[in-house]
């Protein structure tokens, strides 16, 4: 299996413009988190899904951030418009969930974003 | 709700010395438990796992860790460190009864490993 596979490895824009990040999850996962990790705020969660269904978005910093499954198997983490604050590493993970399970999350490598 | 504390930021050790990253949980049902490594530059990667099985967990690269539920603790160990377990290491909890399988992660702590 070829993991989480995340994409682009690094991203550097400049501030106001849009910027997309993908996330292709393991086959047969059901649950996917998108997180953002800084030096100074750490690993948040920033959204998660089951079942291509959206279960917590309180972690969207804002509304310039957006976050979808279009299916199963692949999701989008949206920035519109950039600001330089939202300058991290985002990690995409994705585990298999059944209701009162609780798997281990498996991570992607991450997209390291910079806002100039 | 849970919650996890690691209760180091940092811990050096020397290379062949006995490793111990500690961390205590609050939670208001059975938790699973987890350890997760990051490298610097790298994803997160599972160490091992804790649910409510055996209560001394072994993962990878020669990591254990003892559940304790008296103690609400899920202190990490290794007999001998080596350099290239230098890295951050996370101790984190599931929260409670939901069908997303929402992880709780502690601030992590980093260790170092002396020549």
């Known amino acids: 299996d070829a993991g989480v596979i995340q994409s682009p490895r690094h991203e550097v824009t400049e501030m106001g413009q849009e910027v997309t990040l993908r996330c292709k999850l393991i086959?047969?996962?059901?649950?996917l988190f998108w997180y953002r990790q800084t030096m100074m705020r750490g690993l948040e969660l920033l959204i998660y899904f089951n079942n291509n269904v959206p279960i917590d978005d309180s972690g969207m910093p804002e509304d310039r951030f957006s976050a979808k499954m279009p299916n199963a198997s692949f999701s989008t983490l949206k920035i519109q418009p950039s600001e330089p604050r939202d300058s991290a590493v985002y990690f995409c993970?994705?585990?298999?969930?059944?209701?009162?399970?609780?798997?281990?999350?498996?991570f992607g490598p991450g997209t390291r974003l910079t806002v100039l | 709700a849970q919650s996890v504390t690691q209760l180091d930021s940092h811990v050096s050790v020397s290379e062949g010395t006995p490793v111990l990253l500690r961390c205590n949980y609050s939670s208001s049902y059975s938790p699973s438990l987890f350890w997760y490594v990051q490298h610097p530059n790298k994803g997160l990667q599972l160490l091992l796992k804790y649910t409510s099985a055996a209560t001394l967990v072994k993962g990878i690269n020669g990591f254990e860790a003892e559940f304790k539920k008296s103690e609400t603790s899920f202190h990490l160990t290794k007999p001998s460190a080596h350099m290239s377990d230098a890295a951050e290491y996370f101790c984190v909890v599931t929260e409670g009864y939901n069908q997303g399988g929402k992880l709780i992660f502690g601030q992590g702590t980093e260790l170092s490993v002396k020549p």
């Open positions: 086959s047969g996962h059901n649950s």
């Open positions: 993970a994705s585990s298999f969930n059944l209701a009162g399970t609780y798997n281990e999350q498996f």
